[in-house]
Protein backbone atom coordinates (compact mmCIF):
# COMPACT_ATOMS: atom_id res chain seq x y z
CA UNK A 1 0.00 0.00 0.00
CA UNK A 2 1.38 3.21 -0.91
CA UNK A 3 2.04 5.81 1.91
CA UNK A 4 0.77 8.89 -0.96
CA UNK A 5 -2.73 6.72 -1.17
CA UNK A 6 -4.96 6.05 1.63
CA UNK A 7 -7.02 2.70 0.37
CA UNK A 8 -11.07 3.33 1.04
CA UNK A 9 -11.62 0.06 1.41
CA UNK A 10 -11.36 -1.98 4.66
CA UNK A 11 -11.46 -0.89 7.88
CA UNK A 12 -9.13 2.22 9.39
CA UNK A 13 -6.10 0.89 11.40
CA UNK A 14 -6.81 2.77 14.66
CA UNK A 15 -10.28 0.78 14.74
CA UNK A 16 -8.40 -2.76 13.97
CA UNK A 17 -6.05 -2.38 16.77
CA UNK A 18 -8.37 -1.60 19.06
CA UNK A 19 -11.04 -4.45 18.01
CA UNK A 20 -7.78 -6.72 18.50
CA UNK A 21 -7.31 -5.33 22.28
CA UNK A 22 -3.98 -3.66 21.03
CA UNK A 23 -4.80 -0.85 22.53
CA UNK A 24 -7.13 1.79 22.65
CA UNK A 25 -8.30 4.07 19.12
CA UNK A 26 -6.53 7.03 20.92
CA UNK A 27 -3.38 5.43 21.46
CA UNK A 28 -3.48 3.72 17.85
CA UNK A 29 -3.48 6.98 16.55
CA UNK A 30 -0.13 8.15 18.91
CA UNK A 31 1.59 5.15 17.96
CA UNK A 32 0.97 5.43 14.28
CA UNK A 33 1.59 9.10 14.62
CA UNK A 34 5.19 7.99 16.56
CA UNK A 35 5.97 5.65 12.90
CA UNK A 36 5.82 2.77 15.24
CA UNK A 37 2.99 0.78 13.17
CA UNK A 38 3.87 -0.43 9.57
CA UNK A 39 2.09 -1.81 7.35
CA UNK A 40 3.00 -3.62 4.80
CA UNK A 41 6.84 -2.52 5.14
CA UNK A 42 5.39 1.05 5.15
CA UNK A 43 4.88 3.31 7.74
CA UNK A 44 1.00 3.75 8.01
CA UNK A 45 -0.82 6.67 8.05
CA UNK A 46 -3.00 8.49 10.00
CA UNK A 47 -6.61 7.28 8.70
CA UNK A 48 -5.24 4.60 6.99
CA UNK A 49 -7.44 1.37 5.92
CA UNK A 50 -6.37 -2.26 5.98
CA UNK A 51 -7.86 -5.58 4.88
CA UNK A 52 -7.13 -9.10 5.87
CA UNK A 53 -4.27 -9.58 3.39
CA UNK A 54 -2.24 -6.39 4.90
CA UNK A 55 0.73 -7.32 6.97
CA UNK A 56 0.54 -5.17 10.18
CA UNK A 57 3.51 -4.58 12.61
CA UNK A 58 3.80 -2.48 15.65
CA UNK A 59 7.07 -2.04 16.96
CA UNK A 60 8.53 -5.03 14.92
CA UNK A 61 5.63 -7.44 16.19
CA UNK A 62 3.54 -8.84 13.61
CA UNK A 63 -0.23 -8.14 14.66
CA UNK A 64 -2.77 -11.18 14.46
CA UNK A 65 -6.06 -10.50 12.55
CA UNK A 66 -7.35 -13.43 12.97
CA UNK A 67 -6.39 -13.74 16.68
CA UNK A 68 -9.87 -13.43 19.43
CA UNK A 69 -8.98 -13.55 23.33
CA UNK A 70 -11.44 -13.73 26.00
CA UNK A 71 -12.74 -10.67 26.95
CA UNK A 72 -10.94 -9.09 30.46
CA UNK A 73 -12.07 -6.41 32.43
CA UNK A 74 -10.00 -5.16 35.60
CA UNK A 75 -11.18 -2.88 38.24
CA UNK A 76 -7.68 -1.16 39.43
CA UNK A 77 -7.12 1.71 42.21
CA UNK A 78 -4.56 3.83 40.70
CA UNK A 79 -2.08 5.64 43.19
CA UNK A 80 -1.18 9.02 43.05
CA UNK A 81 1.83 9.71 41.06
CA UNK A 82 0.82 6.79 38.47
CA UNK A 83 0.03 7.57 34.70
CA UNK A 84 -2.56 5.87 32.67
CA UNK A 85 -0.20 5.97 29.75
CA UNK A 86 2.17 3.24 28.47
CA UNK A 87 4.05 6.31 26.63
CA UNK A 88 7.31 6.88 27.65
CA UNK A 89 7.49 9.99 27.54
CA UNK A 90 6.64 10.86 31.21
CA UNK A 91 9.17 8.68 33.44
CA UNK A 92 6.94 8.30 36.11
CA UNK A 93 5.27 4.49 36.71
CA UNK A 94 2.50 3.64 34.49
CA UNK A 95 -0.53 1.31 34.94
CA UNK A 96 0.58 -1.44 32.09
CA UNK A 97 3.79 -1.92 33.88
CA UNK A 98 2.71 -1.81 37.03
CA UNK A 99 -0.07 -4.70 36.36
CA UNK A 100 1.98 -6.50 34.25
CA UNK A 101 -1.49 -8.45 33.36
CA UNK A 102 0.39 -10.62 30.64
CA UNK A 103 -2.27 -10.03 28.11
CA UNK A 104 -3.27 -6.25 25.60
CA UNK A 105 -5.18 -4.39 27.65
CA UNK A 106 -5.44 -0.94 28.40
CA UNK A 107 -7.40 1.93 30.02
CA UNK A 108 -10.98 2.98 29.62
CA UNK A 109 -10.35 6.74 30.02
CA UNK A 110 -8.48 8.56 32.22
CA UNK A 111 -6.91 9.73 35.21
CA UNK A 112 -4.50 12.34 35.55
CA UNK A 113 -1.36 11.76 37.32
CA UNK A 114 -2.10 13.59 40.69
CA UNK A 115 -5.42 11.55 40.80
CA UNK A 116 -6.12 8.63 42.27
CA UNK A 117 -8.99 5.64 42.50
CA UNK A 118 -10.62 3.41 40.14
CA UNK A 119 -9.54 3.40 36.47
CA UNK A 120 -11.00 0.38 34.66
CA UNK A 121 -8.63 -1.16 32.18
CA UNK A 122 -9.93 -4.01 29.17
CA UNK A 123 -8.99 -6.03 25.91
CA UNK A 124 -12.42 -4.68 24.83
CA UNK A 125 -11.81 -1.92 22.16
CA UNK A 126 -15.87 -1.48 21.54
CA UNK A 127 -15.60 -0.83 25.24
CA UNK A 128 -13.29 1.81 25.56
CA UNK A 129 -15.22 3.97 22.88
CA UNK A 130 -19.12 3.17 24.69
CA UNK A 131 -17.64 4.33 27.75
CA UNK A 132 -15.55 7.28 26.74
CA UNK A 133 -17.79 9.01 24.41
CA UNK A 134 -19.41 11.39 26.53
CA UNK A 135 -22.82 11.53 24.15
CA UNK A 136 -24.10 8.00 26.26
CA UNK A 137 -23.92 10.23 29.56
CA UNK A 138 -21.95 6.92 31.57
CA UNK A 139 -21.73 8.27 35.35
CA UNK A 140 -18.36 8.33 37.30
CA UNK A 141 -18.35 9.43 40.80
CA UNK A 142 -15.38 11.48 42.54
CA UNK A 143 -14.33 12.43 46.08
CA UNK A 144 -12.57 15.92 46.01
CA UNK A 145 -11.07 17.79 48.81
CA UNK A 146 -10.78 21.71 47.77
CA UNK A 147 -8.24 24.59 49.24
CA UNK A 148 -11.17 26.61 50.47
CA UNK A 149 -14.58 26.49 52.58
CA UNK A 150 -17.36 25.58 49.85
CA UNK A 151 -21.00 26.03 50.32
CA UNK A 152 -24.50 24.31 48.49
CA UNK A 153 -23.83 27.88 46.26
CA UNK A 154 -20.62 26.39 45.11
CA UNK A 155 -22.16 23.41 44.37
CA UNK A 156 -24.86 25.14 42.49
CA UNK A 157 -22.75 26.75 39.60
CA UNK A 158 -21.09 23.11 39.56
CA UNK A 159 -24.49 21.81 38.66
CA UNK A 160 -25.23 25.04 35.98
CA UNK A 161 -21.88 24.93 34.57
CA UNK A 162 -18.93 26.78 34.30
CA UNK A 163 -16.62 28.09 31.29
CA UNK A 164 -13.10 26.90 31.26
CA UNK A 165 -10.47 26.70 28.94
CA UNK A 166 -9.44 22.71 27.77
CA UNK A 167 -6.57 22.11 25.28
CA UNK A 168 -7.70 21.99 21.51
CA UNK A 169 -11.22 23.14 22.33
CA UNK A 170 -10.85 26.24 23.67
CA UNK A 171 -13.39 27.96 26.08
CA UNK A 172 -16.42 25.37 26.79
CA UNK A 173 -19.14 24.84 29.72
CA UNK A 174 -18.61 22.30 31.45
CA UNK A 175 -21.32 20.51 33.87
CA UNK A 176 -21.35 17.89 36.76
CA UNK A 177 -24.68 15.99 36.38
CA UNK A 178 -24.65 16.39 40.77
CA UNK A 179 -22.29 17.90 43.35
CA UNK A 180 -22.81 17.62 46.86
CA UNK A 181 -21.13 19.17 49.60
CA UNK A 182 -19.97 16.65 51.47
CA UNK A 183 -17.77 18.76 54.35
CA UNK A 184 -16.21 22.51 54.78
CA UNK A 185 -14.00 21.73 51.63
CA UNK A 186 -14.85 18.10 50.40
CA UNK A 187 -17.77 17.21 47.93
CA UNK A 188 -18.76 14.41 45.80
CA UNK A 189 -18.94 15.13 42.11
CA UNK A 190 -20.84 12.84 39.67
CA UNK A 191 -19.84 13.56 35.80
CA UNK A 192 -20.67 12.33 32.20
CA UNK A 193 -18.31 14.56 30.31
CA UNK A 194 -14.73 13.61 29.97
CA UNK A 195 -12.88 16.82 29.67
CA UNK A 196 -9.57 16.77 30.28
CA UNK A 197 -8.71 17.79 34.04
CA UNK A 198 -12.20 19.10 34.35
CA UNK A 199 -12.75 18.97 37.62
CA UNK A 200 -9.79 20.44 38.56
CA UNK A 201 -10.39 23.34 36.26
CA UNK A 202 -13.77 23.55 37.06
CA UNK A 203 -13.03 24.00 40.84
CA UNK A 204 -10.14 26.63 39.70
CA UNK A 205 -12.96 28.67 37.86
CA UNK A 206 -14.71 29.28 40.97
CA UNK A 207 -11.46 29.89 43.02
CA UNK A 208 -10.81 26.51 44.51
CA UNK A 209 -7.48 24.67 43.75
CA UNK A 210 -8.50 20.64 44.12
CA UNK A 211 -5.69 19.07 46.83
CA UNK A 212 -7.33 15.52 46.48
CA UNK A 213 -9.43 13.82 43.97
CA UNK A 214 -10.33 10.29 43.77
CA UNK A 215 -12.14 8.36 41.55
CA UNK A 216 -14.81 6.04 43.52
CA UNK A 217 -16.93 4.45 40.98
CA UNK A 218 -17.34 4.28 36.99
CA UNK A 219 -20.89 3.51 35.91
CA UNK A 220 -22.03 0.63 38.22
CA UNK A 221 -18.38 -0.55 38.87
CA UNK A 222 -17.45 0.88 42.75
CA UNK A 223 -13.70 1.33 44.07
CA UNK A 224 -15.00 -0.20 47.32
CA UNK A 225 -12.12 -1.59 49.76
CA UNK A 226 -9.56 -2.18 46.67
CA UNK A 227 -6.78 -1.54 47.98
CA UNK A 228 -4.22 1.58 46.37
CA UNK A 229 -1.81 -0.65 43.56
CA UNK A 230 -4.31 -3.38 43.34
CA UNK A 231 -6.98 -4.86 40.84
CA UNK A 232 -9.44 -7.47 40.60
CA UNK A 233 -10.98 -9.11 37.91
CA UNK A 234 -15.03 -8.29 37.13
CA UNK A 235 -17.11 -11.22 36.44
CA UNK A 236 -20.82 -12.18 36.59
CA UNK A 237 -23.19 -10.66 37.31
CA UNK A 238 -20.99 -6.78 37.95
CA UNK A 239 -19.27 -7.49 34.71
CA UNK A 240 -22.86 -8.16 32.81
CA UNK A 241 -24.19 -5.27 34.30
CA UNK A 242 -21.81 -3.38 32.82
CA UNK A 243 -21.40 -4.63 29.28
CA UNK A 244 -25.23 -4.20 29.36
CA UNK A 245 -25.24 -0.47 30.59
CA UNK A 246 -22.56 0.34 27.92
CA UNK A 247 -24.40 -1.35 25.12
CA UNK A 248 -22.03 -3.98 24.85
CA UNK A 249 -22.94 -6.95 23.00
CA UNK A 250 -20.96 -10.87 23.37
CA UNK A 251 -20.65 -13.43 25.65
CA UNK A 252 -18.31 -12.79 29.22
CA UNK A 253 -18.31 -16.52 30.46
CA UNK A 254 -14.93 -17.19 28.71
CA UNK A 255 -13.16 -13.98 30.73
CA UNK A 256 -10.57 -16.03 33.11
CA UNK A 257 -7.99 -15.03 35.83
CA UNK A 258 -4.71 -14.85 35.08
Known amino acids: MS ?17 LGVCSRREADRL ?32 DQARSEAPVVLAFNKPRGMVCTSSKRDRAPNIIDHIGYGSHIFPIGRLD ?20 RGQFEHEKEYEVIVSRDIDRAFADRLEAGVLIEVPD ?41 VLELRRVRVMNIKLGGLEPGSYRILKGPELEELLR ?14
Do not use: F, P, W, Y
Open 169 to 209: RGRVRARCRRAEVTGRRSLRIVLTEGMNRQIRRMCGALGAG
Open 32 to 63: IGEGRVLVNGQRAQEGQRVSATDHILLDGREI
Open 3 to 19: NDVVNQDGIRLNKLLSS
Open 113 to 132: KDSEGLILLTNMGELVNRVN
Open 245 to 258: EAGVGGKTSGTAEK
